[in-house]
Nanobody, 123 residues
């Protein structure tokens, strides 16, 4: 069982940066692949980025490639997402998720989800 808690969201102007954190409970965090997803009002949840258990393998949605960076610190049971050059279209609730399978963009492979953190980018 893994419990996830996101933090770091907020209001930022276009072109600004934020770093999201996702803290995980439990002693087996390093067995889980992690993903970040987001959901904007009136839209379906979409994949943003994923990282494998060791942090060596990462994958990004085309819309954030080159601007967002996912990373993890297994000693701290935390996964991060550095978001640079934010755009108004990045406005959404951001969720982290965990799976014991290989990381992927499909949200149905993730077993555990956090409550989400709001990111708002003003133009």
């Amino acid at each position: 069982q893994v419990q996830l808690a996101e933090s770091g969201g907020g209001l930022v102007q276009a072109g600004g940066s934020l770093r999201l954190s996702c803290a995980a409970s439990g002693r087996t965090f390093n067995r889980y692949s992690m993903g970040w997803f987001r959901q904007a009002p009136g839209k379906e949840r979409e994949f943003v980025a994923s990282i494998n258990w060791s942090g060596v393998s990462t994958y990004y949605a085309d819309s954030v490639k080159g601007r967002f960076t996912i990373s993890r610190d297994n000693a701290k049971n935390t996964v991060y997402m550095q978001m640079n050059n934010l755009k108004p279209e990045d406005t959404a609730v951001y969720y982290c998720a965990a799976t014991q399978r290989a990381p992927a963009a499909r949200d149905n492979i993730y077993n555990y989800w956090g409550q989400g953190t709001q990111v708002t980018v003003s133009s």
